[in-house]
């Protein structure tokens, strides 16, 4: 049977482990099934009562500002990059609610590790989707170079045509080589050799 001491002590300490006693807190606190929303079995990601859409809002802004989504493929990647880096920020935030705010001992050891282990899976969904969007534009650059190569020899293949072609007309237009040197090689009557300057000569 308990002593009066030791009754006295588990009061104590109940006192202590009342749940927390900031606004911020009672409101994460109120939140049962929901109070991380970071492992929900749909995927569907929500912005807790506590927590400031705008911020989010104004995270997705920056994210669409630096990295520009061109369709709707690379505007679902950069959605993701912002949901997964507000859940790691979520998981900081509650691994801090973890600690006792008097003291500042860790009075949820397994919550603590569990919000750990939540930052580490959202880190790498953020640079998984980044991955993906950059492997995604290297793709799309390659296709526009190969086209471009592909333009640029059948330009190049077109000249040689059309030079080809116009060297075959002139070689056609131009008389026979023996006809040529025919008209070179006739020799050229004298001037006086007609019959009436050689009868005037003899």
Known sequence: MATQAQHLANQANAQKSTGPSSQTGKQVSSQNRRIHGLSDPDNVFFILNFEDEAKFETLKATLN???APQDET???LVRRMAESEWLRLRARFLQN???NPENGFLREEKQFALYMRYQ???ERAF???LNE???LRKE???EQIGFVSQQRAAEVHEIRKQTFEMKKTRVSNSPPPEKMKKETTQPASPANSSPQNLEMAA
Do not use: P, S, T, W
């Open 65 to 67: 500002h630096d990295y």
């Open 74 to 76: 690379e505007r679902i």
């Open 97 to 99: 609610m973890c600690f």
């Open 120 to 122: 580490g899976v959202q």
């Open 127 to 129: 640079y998984k989707a």
């Open 133 to 135: 969007l950059q492997k």
């Open 140 to 142: 799309k650059r390659n």
